[in-house]
């Protein structure tokens, strides 16, 4: 319950604050995004397996979205941002994909 | 967190539940990715397709620019030069449609074709009698001629040109390209008039020889003499301009 709550607050905060992104940010947030996104889908299942602990949550949801940001911000350095920034779009789309079967088994039982 | 079998009967129950720490920290989490999401979709929104752009990308965006601004410029001299030449070439044509004109003009009142008006003087010539006719006449126009006369009428009615042809008329009169004279003649003629009159008045010359024959010449000096008749040229023939072929 809180928890829904929480997400439309958040997005309720995002739409009414309309902040714009810093400009160092730009290049991250997108991948940041979409790396909590798989933490959250991640949460997601294992809350249904009946295994979710909110130490590894937060865990998961900051590590993912630190490594993303890195291997974006080495890429960028490396001068294979934009390659590097797909290939993490492309797991972490994986990912989420996979994590969404398996809540949908559960939930549909199908 | 009761131990329920199945993993959607544990949803509901987390979702009717207000809810234990796990949810709290999720709640949080989650509200940081709902904002950050919404943020990144509004900032995706805007254009600013270059604000995040990469220095490579960027690099390539500012020499395709500047390919197409070279482009564009050279497209701009190409048309600048072609609009000039243009107008170089109007303008050298509406200076010669403008030569052309003074030219025509000039050759129509040499040629008798263009009415005319300007300084002259105005010789009234009675016959007195029947003795004034042709040889009298062409004696004073050779004279008006030789003293400069640039457009000569005859009574009003006939321009005196090269190809004017006088005859003596049985009885009285002449006939001066067709047309019936019939006296008194009056010479229009324009040009310096001072040269006009003393051509015409110089001893033995005009006047004595009119004045001989019993008639009598009167000159005026007119500051503006109109010739009003015109001829109509007839093309040529035989001749044609030499080596303009």
């Known amino acids: 319950m809180i928890a829904a709550v929480g997400l439309l607050l958040g997005v309720l905060l995002g739409i009414f604050l309309q902040p714009t992104v810093p400009v160092w940010l730009d290049p991250y947030l997108p991948i940041a995004v979409v790396a909590a996104l798989d933490a959250v889908f991640g949460a997601l299942r294992a809350f249904l397996d009946g295994i979710f602990d909110d130490k590894v949550f937060v865990v998961s949801f900051v590590s993912n979205v630190l490594i993303a940001a890195v291997i974006v911000y080495l890429g960028d350095k490396l001068g294979v941002g934009g390659q590097l920034s797909t290939g993490v779009i492309v797991v972490l ?6 994590n969404v079967a398996a809540i949908r088994r559960h939930i549909f039982h199908a | 967190m009761p131990e329920a079998e199945d993993g959607r009967a544990r949803l509901l129950a987390a979702l009717r539940r207000p809810g234990s720490r796990g949810q ?33 990308d960027l690099v390539q965006y500012i020499n395709s620019l500047s390919l197409a601004s070279q482009r564009a410029e050279n497209e701009i001299a190409r048309l600048q030069g072609t609009r000039d ?10 200076t010669a449609v403008e030569r052309a004109r003074e030219q025509a003009a000039t050759l129509g009142i040499l040629a008798g074709t263009v009415p005319a008006v300007g300084p002259g003087i105005r010789v009234r010539i009675t016959d007195g009698g029947s003795g004034v006719g042709t040889n009298q006449l062409l004696d004073g126009l050779q004279e008006l001629r030789d003293a ?43 040009g310096d008039r001072h040269t006009l009159a003393t051509g015409l008045q110089f001893a033995r010359g005009f006047t004595d020889e009119v004045e001989g024959v019993g008639g009598t010449v009167a000159i005026k000096e007119l500051p503006q003499v109109q010739v009003g008749s015109v001829v109509v040229p007839k093309p040529p023939r035989y001749a044609e301009p030499a080596g303009s072929r």
């Open chain 1, 93 to 98: 789309g994986i990912r989420i994909f996979s």
């Open chain 2, 24 to 56: 709290a920290v999720a709640a949080v989490l989650l509200a940081v990715l709902g904002f950050a999401a919404v943020t990144q979709v509004r900032s995706n929104g805007r254009d600013d397709s270059y604000v995040g752009a990469r220095q490579g």
């Open chain 2, 85 to 94: 030449a243009l107008g170089n070439d109007a303008q050298s044509r509406r």
């Open chain 2, 148 to 190: 400069g006369a640039e457009a000569i009428e005859l009574n009003d009615q006939v321009r005196v040109v090269a190809q004017t042809s006088l005859q003596d008329r049985s009885g009285r009169g002449v006939v001066v390209d067709g047309t019936v004279l019939e006296p008194p003649y009056v010479i229009d003629a324009i």
